[in-house]
């Protein structure tokens, strides 16, 4: 990368080192340590760390005939990187560099790294994060899988990725990221800019899978042209500490059109915060921000920006929420901001509890009490997110077993 353009955005870093998140709790970086005590390899990968990456989605088999692209990073070591199809590329965002001098035109262009100290302190010290890019014209037909893994307990990762699709090209890439069963401590600060060309479609379906005492910071910008399309689904299940993300898609071209699904679970002593913006800056251009979620007791803010600048444009913002348990809270903060005289912006919230004849009708029909508020929360989770692989789906599923039952009102 050219010293000019490096020196422009480390010098905005090198300024916003102390800045304070717009969204979010303040976590103390120095808490964490940068210094990976050794360099992981493919023999770190055990069976008991294979396990946890294919419970989010990761298969860690060579020969796996259902993905076309993989790459895995361990802490700050990148640990495995291939791609089974022609047009498609799959790399480290610091071999990237490198191999497409071109590259320096996109970074930072969609995310800025003087947002906040986070996006600062992944700017003055990324270790990383993936590269993968899909030629004009080609439609990858499995999906491409990314893994993003803390295995050192009170370690900080920093990545950037970067993931372009070019025009007319289709890609779906699935993002586990997770830490080792031994884990409890961690901070992961994830940069990602994804550009959309031309009748292009990006799906990017994200399955975050923490431990209890992991702060979150990942910063999203993603950029859609005439006539693309992003599909986006975050599904997050499990305990983490402290989790706050709000990706910004801008809808540039003619008929460009995003969707973003989120399920969560506040599980007790989590905090999320999580939400999405999306510009509507092009005639035609559509957006829909769907959001289910359920509280055990930790506590969930939603939020939601709808922004429409350009005429006949339309989006609708959505979000559920369920609270299970007396302990937990659960915010919703939609925001529609309209800025011509030919726009249709809408939202739906509703946030309480379990309806108490919703119950009585399913007992009713021969259910017990518990069965009937398995039955419930099950419906309620259920979005419809396309393109999953089965044993994805499966997983999904049996978590959402895992607590779904025995849940008795």
């Not at 506040?266 to 957006?287: E, N």
Request: net charge negative.
């Amino acid at each position: 990368m050219s010293e000019e353009k490096t020196a422009g955005w480390k010098e905005k870093a090198e300024k916003a080192t102390e800045k304070l998140g717009l969204y979010g709790a303040d976590v103390d970086l120095k808490r964490y340590t940068d210094d990976e005590a050794k360099a992981a390899t493919g023999e770190d990968l055990t069976p008991k760390r294979r396990k946890a990456l294919e419970q989010v989605g990761v298969e860690t088999e060579a020969d796996s005939a259902t993905r076309s692209g993989s790459y895995v990073q361990m802490n700050h070591s990148v640990l495995q990187c291939s791609m089974a199809e022609e047009g498609l590329e799959v790399m480290s965002t610091d071999q990237a560099l490198r191999c497409h001098p071109w590259l320096e035109d996109y970074w930072w262009k969609t995310v800025s790294a003087d947002a906040d100290k986070y996006t600062a302190r992944a700017a003055l010290h990324q270790e990383h994060g993936y590269f993968i890019r899909v030629l004009p014209g080609v439609k990858v037909p499995h999906p491409v899988q990314a893994c993003l893994y803390i295995s050192q307990d009170g370690l900080i990762q920093d990545v950037h990725n970067m993931i372009i699709v070019e025009e007319g090209a289709e890609l779906h890439v699935i993002t586990g990221c997770t830490t080792d069963p031994d884990v409890k401590r961690g901070m992961h600060i994830g940069i990602s800019e994804f550009f959309i060309k031309k009748g292009g479609k990006l799906t990017f379906t994200m399955i975050h899978q923490w431990a209890e005492e992991v702060s979150v910071r990942p910063r999203t910008g993603v950029v859609v042209e005439e006539g693309g399309v992003f599909l986006s689904n975050y599904i997050c299940l499990k305990p983490v500490q402290d989790l706050q993300m709000y990706p910004t898609v801008r809808l540039l071209g003619k008929d460009s059109l995003a969707r973003l699904n989120s399920i969560l679970v506040a599980m007790p002593g989590s905090h999320l915060d999580v939400g999405g913006r999306a510009v509507l800056a092009a005639p035609g251009a559509k957006a829909e921000i769907i959001a289910r979620t359920l509280s055990l007791g930790g506590t969930s803010i939603n939020r939601g920006h709808l922004l429409a600048s350009s005429a006949e444009t339309r989006a609708h913002l959505e979000c559920h929420g369920l609270i299970l348990n007396p302990e937990g809270v659960i915010y919703a903060i939609p925001e529609l901001e309209v800025r011509t005289d030919n726009a249709e912006l809408s939202h739906e919230a509703a946030v309480g509890k379990i309806a108490p004849e919703e119950i009585e009708y399913l007992m009713a029909r021969g259910l017990s009490e518990e069965t009937a508020v398995a039955t419930i929360v099950r419906g309620f989770l259920h979005v419809k997110i396309e393109g999953l692989p089965d044993a994805l789906t499966q997983e999904i599923e049996r978590a959402i077993d895992e607590f779904s039952g025995g849940r008795g009102a």
